[in-house]
């Protein structure tokens, strides 16, 4: 077992204030400019029995915790009965929707990209860039329906994460 120092866990939690607390194998792809925009290539889920092959849906609540705002993750995800969920089924069912929505779960997706254009700055550390890595992005409800509206119209013809013949995504910041 290793074994740290006092000082040494000090700095490694003074290093992690004032983070975005993501880890760094997420893309952080809505800290673009206005008018830019980022390639990805979506990789399959290597989970083949999948059904949405390259994204898996996160369902979270924010819930107020000693006064700061905390996303814990809905046990509906694992299956399970979520009491969060029954409190705002409550909530709803005597129409305060205010403190319904408040609790109601949100759904987020998640996926794997390989960045193939990276418009972010290089870390002020290391000097990378997410160009060329693979990274996590989570997909809110606007560029989810994106995807979903491309299935729906036709307009993908091929699998978007097949390697041969798949297709590019280009998240442009408006």
């Known amino acids: 077992m290793t074994t740290l120092t006092l000082d040494q866990l000090k700095n490694a939690f003074k290093q992690s204030e004032g983070s975005d607390n993501l880890p760094n194998n997420y893309y952080p792809f809505w800290k673009m400019k206005d008018g830019e925009s980022a390639t990805i290539r979506f990789l399959p889920d290597a989970n083949p029995d999948n059904p949405l092959g390259f994204m898996i849906e996160k369902l ?13 993750p ?7 009965d979520c009491p969060i969920c029954k409190i705002s089924s409550e909530y709803y069912k005597k129409e305060d929707k205010v403190n319904g929505k408040k609790y109601w779960r949100k ?6 990209a390989l960045i193939i254009e990276d ?10 860039t997410h160009e060329g890595k693979v990274r996590f992005i989570t997909l809110g409800y606007q560029i989810y329906n994106v995807i979903k509206e491309a ?3 036709g307009e993908l013809d091929e699998i978007p ?4 013949g798949g297709c590019d995504f280009i998240i442009k910041k408006s």
């Open 60 to 72: 979270m609540h924010t819930l107020e915790i000693n006064g700061e705002n905390k996303s814990v």
């Open 119 to 128: 418009p972010l700055p290089a870390d002020d550390v290391t000097k990378e």
């Open 74 to 80: 809905c046990l509906k995800t694992y299956e399970e």
């Open 107 to 112: 759904k987020q997706y998640i996926t794997q």
């Open 151 to 153: 299935f729906e119209s």
């Open 161 to 164: 994460y097949s390697f041969n």
